[in-house]
């Protein structure tokens, strides 16, 4: 079974609503990292949360981390089309490398 | 370059073909991951190399993959004698302190087998 689920898998949202994308641990969360990947330019790393109830904002993108719940969400508020791409959840899971989600695909439309 | 560096940028390969992928990581960087992102997949680890101590190789999912880092910087991903299933984009990224650290990505390297 996937160890870092995500949902929802995709995501159609009208320019300007806010959204929530979910990622949730079969495991303890120690650290949680989030990316954006857009195609030709990679993964972008936008925050990561170590604590639990952290909250980090990054421009109008805020994620929580909720350790009891083993969970992560990243909120994004009045969504612009600068946002679409695909999100990427990531924990510290193993002895080395990162486990990833298999990513939020977000599309915004005008 | 600022950024991790991955060339080429797309390669399409017939099966049987032998590629090489590289990587150049941000200068400084001791710490190189490779990961491969198949369609519908996520991206799955593959290697990790830090400083000069022998790699992980534990995501390597068979024999037909190796990957070498020379000098400690540049690495190449070598896949052998390819297979269709081996298409994918395989995702470069360095750090500066290891594996909890902020990884920096390239921007991959589409491989397709055709």
């Known amino acids: 079974s996937q160890e870092l689920e995500q949902s929802p898998q995709s995501l159609i949202v009208q320019e300007g609503k806010n959204l929530t994308i979910n990622c949730t641990s079969s495991?303890?969360?120690?650290?949680l990292y989030w990316y954006k990947q857009k195609y030709g330019e990679g993964l972008i790393f936008l925050m990561m949360?170590?604590?639990?109830?952290e909250e980090k904002s990054h421009e109008k993108i805020t994620a929580k981390l909720d350790e009891k719940k083993q969970q992560s969400s990243l909120h994004i508020t009045a969504s612009q089309p600068s946002h679409a791409g695909i999100y990427l959840c990531?924990?510290?899971?193993?002895?080395?490398?990162?486990?990833f989600g298999k990513g939020t695909h977000l599309i915004i439309q005008p | 370059g600022a950024g991790v560096s991955q060339s080429p940028s797309n390669k399409v390969t017939e099966k049987g073909k032998d590629v090489e992928l590289r990587c150049d990581p941000i200068?400084?960087?001791?710490?190189l991951y490779w990961y491969r992102q198949s369609l519908g997949q996520g991206l799955e680890f593959l290697i990790y190399?830090?400083?000069?101590?022998?790699?992980?190789k534990s995501g390597l999912p068979s024999d037909r993959f190796s990957a070498e880092r020379t000098g400690g910087s540049v690495s190449t991903l070598t896949i052998q004698r390819t297979q269709q299933e081996d298409s994918a984009v395989y995702l470069c990224?360095?750090?500066?302190?290891?594996?909890?650290?902020?990884?920096?990505f390239g921007q991959g390297t589409r491989l397709t087998v055709v």
């Open positions: 990224a360095s750090s500066l302190f290891g594996r909890v650290a902020e990884a920096f």
């Open positions: 190399f830090q400083g000069n101590s022998a790699p992980d």
């Open positions: 990531g924990a510290d899971m193993h002895a080395d490398g990162l486990t």
């Open positions: 495991k303890t969360l120690y650290g």
């Open positions: 949360l170590q604590k639990g109830g």
């Open positions: 200068s400084g960087h001791t710490a």
